[in-house]
C-alpha cells in the first residue's frame, strides 16, 4: 500500500532552520505531484508548498515565500521541505501528500512530523 514518512521535525529556535524529508513508497512517485501542509493548534490544516510531478514547477503559501523551499528527487521517492528563518508561528505539524498530476484533490497522506519553534 501507498505509504509517506515524514521526519525531520524537532524543536528549534527562532531564526534557525530545519529540513524536513518524506519518503514515499508504494505509488509510481514521479507521477505525482507532492506538497506539503501544516496544522498548528486550534488551527485548521493550511497549505505550504507544492512541487510538481518532474519538479519544473513549485508554488508557496505567501507566509512561506522566500523561507521555505521544497525540492524533490524522485530517484529516491523523496520530496523535502526546507525550512529557514524559522518563526514561532510556523510551530504545528507538516504534513506532505501526494496528488496525482491529473487530479484536484491529494490521494495520499502522511502521518505528520511536529516542528516546534520557540521565541
Known amino acids: 500500500q501507498v505509504q509517506l514518512v515524514e521526519s525531520g521535525g524537532g524543536l528549534v529556535q527562532a531564526g534557525g532552520s530545519l529540513r524536513l524529508a518524506c519518503a514515499a513508497s508504494?505509488?509510481?512517485?514521479?507521477?505525482?505531484?507532492m506538497g506539503w501542509f501544516r496544522q498548528a493548534p486550534g488551527k485548521e490544516r493550511a497549505f505550504v508548498a507544492v512541487?510538481?510531478?518532474?519538479?519544473?514547477?513549485?508554488s508557496y503559501a505567501d507566509s512561506v515565500k522566500g523561507r521555505f523551499t521544497i525540492s524533490r528527487d524522485n530517484a529516491k521517492s523523496t520530496v523535502y521541505l526546507q525550512m529557514n528563518s524559522l518563526e514561532p508561528e510556523d510551530t504545528a505539524v507538516y504534513y506532505c501528500a501526494a496528488r496525482y498530476r491529473t487530479n484536484p484533490r491529494y490521494d495520499y497522506w502522511g502521518q505528520g512530523t511536529q516542528v516546534t519553534v520557540s521565541s
Open positions: 512541487i510538481n510531478y518532474n519538479g519544473g514547477s513549485t
Open positions: 508504494g505509488l509510481t512517485f514521479s507521477s505525482y505531484d
